[in-house]
């Protein structure tokens, strides 16, 4: 019995060393390592950390009500991890408005310092205090280990963005999401220092603001009959006397308070009005801006569009204003009077995109005007829209950006240019001297498929996590001074709900997020692989959606003369990939992937996964045979 006893203690002892050695190197690993998402410039790791267990003490040197705002929102962050804060506190946190501009921060860097004894925060104004915030709250836990102390790690932090502009954009007219939807989605972006919502709030599926002088624009523009399924032939156009009772819109009270809360996250919202194509939400409640002015009806969805290849298309229905009509620029002079009141930032979009000039090029009316105008082309008169339009825009004090189409055909003088069809666009109106916006769609269309489509929402296009990462948004030959910066944009045919949403925007917003905030040298996948991670785990605590699509294995399938073949890579260090072609599974129990390897012929399915130590970290990906031969590269 004693020599059982000496045993286990034994045991136990040895087991106790391995788990206090194994939570040293994790402390250490933590010092030295941090998961801040974008990376910042500078980072110092320091010996020891900043202890809190019940409260925290707040000092600021400023009266600005912004920054207090800021520190109002940043209390309640730390009261959900049941920290409060009290002058009473002996841990202070110490926030600081520099006196003297630090150059080198500029208007939204800061520098944060975390020792035993106190944090101190320094920024030039508001906006580096609240990125500032948004770090700290990076280095604190997403959740709180009940009773146990909070420990930040000691380090030296300088950070400051490369970009002024950093955005997502959020389409709510192909799926509507409420007013406290649209403030989570806020809040997210927030976290990861984007400063820019670009709110995509008019096209072809409903119009989604309140507009006073046309009240139809929301009694009948932001309703449509109800479908299921897939956009496109699947889904039938309204029936005769069917209700329109799918939608919503937001009133201008509610658009002030969304601006507000935006605001006090350090966002600012640019509105998108997009005209003159994408307007058949317009043309169903005002028949009489269109060419035709024959009634229609706000899209369900359903094709209404001829996609030809190489970028031209043909409208089944019409839906673009009439750009030689008065009463078309009579409309958009009041919709802008009123878009400017609500919005207090630089900028409005007025989309200008994919703008469809058939019913102009057949209809009498319109050619008679253009000969009278010289105007030789559907893309002349558009330009002659648009230069319009921006004289509209600037005469509310705002500045017009528009999609890169508003190139086609001569750009307006002032017009700032946002680039999605690739990066041409954007280079060329640089090279005109005008200030550009990057979003292609190679890089930064978070609508498309993010990982297999055996268990993604099928979409026509792919962009990996790993490809986004890769984004650059200056050219070489452009002046870096003329790009503005860069956005994601999510596009919701596909995207009914908002936990959807979240899952389509994470992780590849952190690339973004990435690319725009931190330095170029500073960049690194692997690093940031192991960082997104950790972020997994933050998004998992607040019951976030957040795809780990790039967990999974990356099949491609191709012939070597009658023999089908597979390669499977993963980008996700220290991983391991196994399969299996026999019908059996779980996958992490088969073959070790190490070379291309033969589907042979038979009723047979694939079946992978991606493994890490011996445990399954991706989805478990099937395929039939079939559905494999159906992949082969071309």
């Known amino acids: 019995m004693m020599l ?34 974008p990376v910042p410039a500078h980072f110092e790791p320091l010996q020891g950390g900043f202890e809190i267990t019940d409260e925290v003490k707040i000092e600021l040197n400023t009266n600005n009500k912004q920054a207090n705002i800021y520190i109002d929102n940043f209390k309640d962050y730390l009261n959900k991890l049941g920290i409060k804060t009290s002058n009473s506190a002996t841990k202070p946190l110490i926030i600081k408005w520099n006196e003297k501009q630090d150059s080198l921060l500029g208007v939204e860097g800061y520098q944060l310092e975390v020792n035993k004894n106190h944090i101190v925060l320094n920024a030039n104004n508001e906006a580096g205090i609240f990125n500032g915030l948004q770090t700290l709250k990076q280095l604190l836990p997403a959740k709180r280990i009940k009773s146990k102390a909070i420990v930040i790690a000691s380090c030296k932090i300088v950070d400051y963005p490369r970009f002024a502009w950093r955005g997502l954009m959020l389409d709510v007219s192909r799926h509507f999401f409420t007013v406290e939807e649209i403030k989570s989605y806020l809040d997210k972006m927030s976290e990861y220092k984007f400063n820019v919502f670009h709110w995509h709030l008019t096209d072809d599926q409903g119009w989604r603001i309140e507009i006073k002088s046309f009240p139809k624009l929301t009694e009948i523009g932001a309703w449509r009959v109800e479908r299921y399924g897939r956009y496109g032939s699947d889904r039938a156009y309204p029936k005769d006397g069917e209700k329109a009772s799918y939608g919503g819109f937001y ?13 006090d996250r350090n966002i600012t919202i640019v509105p998108e009005i997009d005209v003159p194509g994408h307007s058949m939400a317009v043309l169903a409640a005002y028949p009489e801006l269109s060419v035709n002015k024959k009634s229609t009806f706000v899209v369900p969805g359903s094709k209404f569009v001829d996609w030809q290849g190489g970028g031209k298309f043909e409208m089944l229905i019409e839906n673009t204003l009439n750009p030689t009509d008065e009463k078309v620029y009579d409309f958009l002079d009041k919709v802008f009077s009123e878009i400017a009141e609500l919005f207090p930032g630089k900028y409005i979009h007025m989309g200008g995109d994919e703008a469809y000039h058939g019913y102009w090029e057949r209809d009498r009316n319109v050619q008679k005007f253009m000969k009278k105008n010289g105007i030789k082309d559907g893309e002349a008169l558009q330009s002659y829209f648009v230069k319009r339009v921006e004289k509209i825009i600037n005469s509310k004090g705002k500045k017009m950006i528009g999609w890169d189409e508003i190139l086609d055909g001569g750009l307006a003088e002032g017009a700032t240019v946002m680039s999605w069809r690739g990066m041409k666009g954007g280079i060329q109106a640089a090279k005109m001297g005008h200030e550009v916006v990057m979003t292609p769609t190679t890089f930064a ?78 960049k690194d996948w692997n690093d940031f692989a192991r960082r997104t991670e950790m972020h997994f785990d933050r998004f998992e605590v607040k019951n976030t959606n957040i795809s780990k699509a790039v967990l999974d294995p990356i099949i491609s399938i191709y012939k070597a003369g009658d023999k089908l073949m597979c390669k499977l890579v993963n980008s996700i260090p220290e991983t391991e990939i196994y399969y299996t072609v026999d019908n059996t599974y779980p996958a992490q129990l088969g073959i070790k992937y190490t070379e291309p390897f033969e589907i042979p012929e038979g009723d047979l399915d694939l079946h992978t996964q991606t493994v890490r130590n011996g445990k399954a970290i991706g989805r478990e990906l099937h395929i039939t045979r079939n559905k494999l031969l159906e992949r082969v590269e071309k």
Not at 251 to 263: F, G, L
């Open 251 to 263: 009133s201008q009270e509610q658009v002030k308070e969304i601006v507000q809360y935006a605001k």
């Open 445 to 522: 269309y978070l609508d498309y498929m993010q990982g297999d489509k055996s268990v993604e929402n099928r979409i026509y296009a792919n962009l990996s996590l790993e490809k986004t990462y890769q984004f650059e948004p200056v050219p070489e030959g452009v002046k870096p001074e003329l790009v503005l910066g860069g956005q994601g944009n999510l596009w919701t045919e596909g995207v009914a709900t908002m936990p959807f949403a979240f899952y389509m925007t994470y992780p590849r917003a952190f690339a973004i997020a990435e690319t725009l905030w931190s330095r170029k040298q500073d």
């Open 4 to 37: 059982k006893k000496i045993f286990l203690i034994v045991i136990c002892s040895t087991l106790l060393m391995s788990c206090e050695n194994k939570l040293s190197k994790d402390v250490d690993n933590k010092i030295k390592i941090h998961t801040i998402i």
